[in-house]
């Protein structure tokens, strides 16, 4: 009795296209999504004059790991 609904349900699995990409989104295309909005947001292109300042891990202290700055130069607007 239970091979017969396993059979029915791999029936519509592989037939089914709705069916099989509902499957695919749940399994795997959350991750993917949440994959992808990391990666975009790690590697994101910075545009010219666009300021960034990289976050601090929680177990760095202040101070560690500066490795000096770029020097800007600017002009006074009055």
């Known amino acids: 009795m239970m091979l ?3 059979f029915i349900a791999f029936l519509i699995i ?3 296209p709705s069916v099989r990409r509902f499957l ?5 295309g959350r991750q993917l999504v949440k994959e992808q ?3 975009n947001e790690q590697f994101r292109p ?3 004059g666009e300021t960034y ?4 891990t929680p177990d760095q202290k202040p101070g560690q790991g500066f490795k000096g ?3 800007v130069d ?3 607007v009055k």
Request: positive net charge.
């Open 74 to 76: 600017y002009e006074e």
């Open 14 to 16: 592989v037939f089914v």
């Open 24 to 28: 695919f989104w749940l399994l795997v």
């Open 53 to 56: 300042v990289q976050p601090r």
């Open 69 to 71: 700055g770029e020097y």
């Open 46 to 48: 910075r545009r010219d």
């Open 4 to 6: 017969k609904y396993l």
């Open 37 to 39: 909005k990391r990666q």
